[in-house]
């Protein structure tokens, strides 16, 4: 048995005991374990109760059972954040793997941001987004799902709407899919300066956080879209390592996706930097109108997007 699988259903005994209201027995614990999708007998679960005895992580009360101690909330909480970390990234690498968007033909599935916004300013919204979209600094494409309709397994609420753009992320799946190796490593703010990237304010590594790093940045309300759509301004971005040798052929794909409106990137020695798609949010975000978004919230077909 792996250690890593050991420790994963060690930690699932910690937050079992964590959620209990008292004292837990191994038979107990074996069976809500199973409905875990962790099978373990009783003997199993007994070994693995004295190792965490041992470490002081849990606390044996006669025949009642266990319960977990103060230095066991302790070690779960820091298991639990590490999940968390391991997740975002995981979580992403699943949408590139299976982004199948070709931009030579024009069909597939995309990576989209979500954002949910009151249908009485959707006029507005667009205003703003076609102002956005003319700098040059974003992708045309979006899709507006009205109130009733279902997105991502769920309905759009009365009285919203909800606006996909195309995630920056899309570009690695399509890179993956033309053999071109790349390793997205940090998102964060780009100053740009006479309408061009001129490096990067600050930025979080995707492996390092427990949230997206654009949704944090985003949040922090750090970007100045006016400013850069002027031509002196700071917006969102994401930064991935590629191969100097797959320098033509990245060249081709990113001008493929210039074709079709995908604009806002900057090559750069051994990377390439993609303009975050929910730039335009930001700028929306700007002028007072309030929206709840989830960058690469999920897979769309190409197709169902209208260029504006």
């Known amino acids: 048995m792996s250690k890593l699988l050991v420790q994963r259903k060690i930690i699932e005994i910690l937050r079992i005991l964590s959620d209990a209201e008292g004292p837990l027995g191994a038979r107990k614990i074996g069976d809500l374990l199973k409905e875990r999708g962790y099978n373990l007998g009783e003997r199993a679960v007994r070994y693995h109760l004295s190792i965490l005895d041992e470490q002081g992580f849990t606390k044996k009360h006669g025949y009642h ?12 909480e820091e298991a639990l954040v590490t999940d968390r970390l391991n997740f975002v990234m995981t979580r992403i690498e699943s949408l590139i793997y299976q982004c199948s968007f070709d931009p030579g033909r024009r069909e597939g599935d995309v990576i989209v941001n979500l954002s949910t916004v009151d249908k009485d300013q959707l006029d507005d919204i667009m205003g703003l987004f076609n102002e956005f979209v003319a700098s040059g600094l974003q992708s045309s494409h979006i899709r507006i799902m009205d109130e009733g309709e279902m997105t991502g397994g769920e309905v759009v609420p009365a009285g919203k ?7 920056s992320i899309t570009v690695d799946g399509v890179f993956l899919n033309h053999g ?7 998102g964060g703010v780009v100053r740009i300066k006479d309408g061009k990237y001129d490096g990067f304010l600050d930025y979080i590594g995707y492996r390092g956080t427990t949230i997206d790093p654009i949704k944090i940045f985003l949040a922090k309300k750090m970007t100045d879209i006016t400013g850069a759509i002027r031509g002196e301004g700071r917006i969102l971005a994401n930064y991935r390592e590629v191969p100097e040798v797959a320098k033509d052929a990245i060249e081709g794909v990113l001008s493929d996706l210039s074709l079709l409106g995908m604009r806002g ?8 930097v ?14 007072g109108i309030k929206t709840d978004t989830q ?14």
């Open 161 to 167: 709407a909800v606006i996909a753009t195309l995630c």
């Open 180 to 186: 071109i190796p790349a390793e997205l490593k940090f």
């Open 274 to 287: 993609m303009y975050a798609g929910v730039n335009s949010i930001a700028y929306i975000e700007e002028k």
């Open 295 to 308: 960058p690469n919230a999920r897979l769309m077909p190409f197709k169902s997007m209208k260029e504006v």
């Open 265 to 272: 990137w900057a090559q750069t020695s051994g990377g390439v």
């Open 65 to 76: 059972g266990r319960t977990i101690t103060e230095r066991g909330r302790k070690e779960l």
